[in-house]
């Protein structure tokens, strides 16, 4: 049986399937199936809805992001779906986190690692096999299309080191924050919320309506 607290991960791979609830249900099914039974709490569900071109993973960072801060750990639905995705593998090896797969109750780290290894693999074997049939096609007169280039992010630095660390803490609880404001709770009653999934403040101390404003002003 299990027992302790959980955050669950799922994953959609078009925003169709997101809107409908297509394979999100079935995912759902098989977290609450796992933990069925024992002294368990789900804090939190979170669903990325992405396409298989894109590699950032925004749902996962929050969700792992809040694994951090709670001590919980991270449940996924169905590994077997994500094992050809190096990028959703490694950033699970290198969380730093506990997690568990519905579907592989015994995958670890080493397991995982060793999964993101044949899918980098496949990757750049894709890759090769998708460079030769351009260079082909070029050969034959296809004319190809020009590859668009990617803008840098912009970071912004500067302060003292207090400050600094208050808004490093304020951008990792922040997301949490918003989910719950999305809920509908106070000011209060997200501080209540934060005390029972276990999260401390930038000082470690308890939370109050006025530490999340503060946050919230900060962000």
Partial sequence: ??????????RCSTEKQG????????????????????????????????????????????????????????VIAKLDRLSRDAVFLLNLKNAGIEFVAADMPNANRLTVGIMALVAENEREAISQRTKTALAAAKARGTRLGNPQGFGGAVYRGGGKAAQKAADGFASTVIPTIHRLQAEGL??????????????????????????????????
């Avoid at 049986?1 to 799922?10: I, P, S, T």
């Avoid at 039974?37 to 071109?53: I, P």
């Avoid at 934060?194 to 002003?217: F, I, Y």
């Fill in 186 to 219: 106070s000011m209060n009653a997200i501080a209540k919320r934060l005390e029972e999934m276990g999260v401390k403040t930038a000082r470690g101390g308890s939370w109050t309506a006025q530490a999340v404003k503060n946050v919230l002003a900060r962000a």
């Fill in 1 to 10: 049986m299990m027992d302790g607290k959980f955050v669950a991960y799922y």
């Fill in 19 to 74: 809107r409908s609830g297509l394979g999100l249900e079935a995912q759902q099914a098989a977290v609450r199936s796992y933990l069925n039974g024992g002294n368990w709490k789900l804090l939190a569900e979170f669903t990325e809805v992405e396409s298989g071109k894109r590699n950032d993973r925004p749902k996962l960072e929050e969700a792992k992001e809040l694994c951090r801060l709670t001590g919980a750990t991270l």
